[in-house]
Structure formats: structure tokens, C-alpha cells
């Protein structure tokens, strides 16, 4: 079964930045499509972004309230996706995860998550 | 950007049938997804493509979508269904993946 275990994650303080990591295994991980997810406390579901297997191009996207802070990479040699958080605010509180993104033509879902890692930032 | 309304909360006595929706125009030109997420657990595929079961999901899982709602389905209600329930679709034009703000369920 599809494993995906996340790390990393800590307290900092606003402004400061954080390195998420993402384990995967048992599947094919170069191939897949991933995404990140986050939960803010007693909240719910949100998207902050997404990053292509290199084959169709490699290339990430973000959502607004995280562009141009965010960074999300990938090591296929490590089946190792990366969140690299720079200048976090207050509101990026939260448990982040990792997921599993399934494209088709007309859609697409997240098949697989992983446990969570939780992020705080508080001064 | 675009919203996806869900009730809050939602209650059933264990056996009956509970009805969550998801409401946004047109969300019947979309395929919806649902995620279950118990307390404390990362969230589950329970349906995708609006009406599909990933393999290991209970028959009694079900969805439906037309018009200006879609709508999952959970028969037979256990205690073991209580959980936030989410929908989630895609938006084409600007990329997007946009979560409802998901539905607690409660089994009395």
C-alpha cells in the first residue's frame, strides 16, 4: 500500500522559515503527481500547491495565499517531495499534508495522504 | 474563485441513511470527489468521479451530482461513519483544487 510520511515540522516564529520533507514508498514516485495540503486548527481542507512528475514538465503551482513564499520540489533519486515555507505568518498554522494528486482530462483528486506534520507559528 | 457550500453538520441514528451535500452552480458540469477525515486521521478517498469507490470503501458509500448540487450518500449508518466529511472539485480555468468546507457527521 501507497506510504507517504511526512517531517519537519515545528515551531517558529513568524517570519522565520521551515523545510517540510515527504517519504514516499510503494509506488512509483517519479511518475506521480503531488500535492500539499494544510488544515488549520478546528478548520478545514485547503490547497496550497502542486508539483508535476518531471515527465510533464516538473512544474509546480500555488495557491494564492502561499505564492511567493512557498516552494515545493521534488528528489525522485529519494522518492522525497520538499515544502520549503519562507516567511511564515501566523496563519500558515497548521497540519500540513502530503498527498497523492490523480489527473485526468476533466479532473483531479487526491488518492493517497499522508499522516500530517504539524506547523506552528506563534512569537 | 468559487465556494463549495456544505452544512455544517449532519445527524442520523445508526442504520438509516444520511445525505450530505455539496452546492455550487453548475457543480453537476464538474466531477466531485469526497474525503472522509476522522478525528485525529488524515483524511480518505471515499468516492471520486462523483459516484466511484476506491477499492476497500464500503458498498454503503455512495454519490450522486446534478444540477446546482452533489450529493454523497452513506446507508445503513454505523458509528464508525462519524467524521468530517469534505467535497472537492477541480477548476479548470485557473487550476485550482477547491475544498468545501466540509460536513460533520454525527451518529446519535
Redesign the interface.
Known amino acids: 500500500e501507497v506510504q507517504l510520511v511526512e517531517s519537519g515540522g515545528g515551531s517558529v516564529k513568524p517570519g522565520g522559515s521551515l523545510r517540510l520533507s515527504c517519504a514516499a514508498s510503494r509506488f512509483t514516485f517519479r511518475n506521480a503527481w503531488m500535492?500539499w495540503?494544510r488544515q488549520a486548527p478546528g478548520k478545514?481542507?485547503?490547497?496550497i500547491g502542486?508539483i508535476k512528475s518531471k515527465t510533464d514538465g516538473g512544474t509546480a503551482?500555488y495557491?494564492a495565499p502561499v505564492q511567493g513564499r512557498f516552494t515545493i520540489s521534488r528528489d525522485d533519486s529519494k522518492n522525497t517531495l520538499y515544502l520549503q515555507m519562507n516567511s511564515l505568518k501566523t496563519e500558515d498554522t497548521a497540519v500540513y499534508?502530503c498527498t497523492t494528486e490523480r489527473p485526468?482530462a476533466?479532473?483531479?483528486?487526491?488518492?493517497?495522504?499522508?499522516?500530517?506534520t504539524l506547523v506552528t507559528v506563534s512569537s | 474563485s468559487y465556494v463549495l457550500t456544505q452544512p455544517p453538520s449532519v445527524s442520523v441514528a445508526p442504520g438509516q441513511t444520511a445525505r450530505i451535500t455539496c452546492g455550487e452552480n453548475n457543480i453537476g458540469s464538474r466531477s466531485v470527489h469526497w474525503y472522509q477525515q476522522k478525528p485525529g486521521q488524515a483524511p480518505v478517498l471515499v468516492v471520486y468521479d462523483d459516484s466511484d469507490r476506491p477499492s476497500g470503501i464500503p458498498e454503503r458509500f455512495s454519490g450522486s451530482n446534478s444540477g446546482n448540487t452533489a450529493t454523497l450518500t452513506i446507508s445503513r449508518v454505523e458509528a464508525g461513519d462519524e467524521a468530517d466529511y469534505y467535497c472537492q472539485v477541480w477548476d479548470r480555468i485557473s487550476d485550482l483544487r477547491v475544498f468545501g468546507g466540509g460536513t460533520k457527521l454525527t451518529v446519535l
Do not use: M
Open positions: 500535492s495540503v478545514g481542507l485547503e490547497w502542486r503551482d495557491a499534508y485526468t476533466v479532473t483531479t483528486r487526491f488518492d493517497y495522504w499522508g499522516q500530517g
